[in-house]
């Protein structure tokens, strides 16, 4: 069983920034494929950043220059820094992890993919309101 728990969610105003937290129990962030997804209410959950275990970083197109996907190894804590808000990007926010089998990279495709199939860890989620 893996355990992710978010934190830093909240309201904030066009324009402004948040920083999620997402700790990880019982496993490591050094061996996992780690990203954030959000869901808007009544849609599938979508792919915003991934981090490979070796800290390579990609995004999704709608959040570039905007949002940056970070980890502590030290604390296997997994962090989503946020600026430049705007209204559409309220959500609620979830951390996901995987173990990705030999051969398979760790890239968002392969996240949806993995929460296609059932494959990833989830958090609680953390509802993140941007007001104009």
């Known amino acids: 069983q893996v355990d992710l728990v978010e934190s830093g969610g909240g309201a904030v105003q066009t324009g402004e920034s948040l920083r999620l937290s997402c700790t990880a129990a019982k496993f490591t962030t050094t061996v996992y494929c780690m990203a954030w997804f959000r869901q808007f209410p009544g849609k599938e959950r979508e792919g915003v950043a991934v981090?490979?275990?070796?800290?390579?970083?990609s995004y999704a197109d709608f959040v570039k220059g905007r949002f940056t996907i970070s980890k502590d190894n030290s604390k296997d804590t997994l962090y989503l820094a946020m600026d430049s808000l705007k209204p559409d990007d309220t959500a609620v926010y979830f951390c996901a992890a995987q173990n990705m089998p030999p051969g398979r990279p760790c890239t968002l495709a392969t996240m949806e993919y993995g929460r296609s199939q059932g494959h990833n860890y989830w958090g609680q989620g953390t509802q993140v309101t941007v007001s104009s």
């Open positions: 981090i490979d275990p070796d800290g390579t970083t």
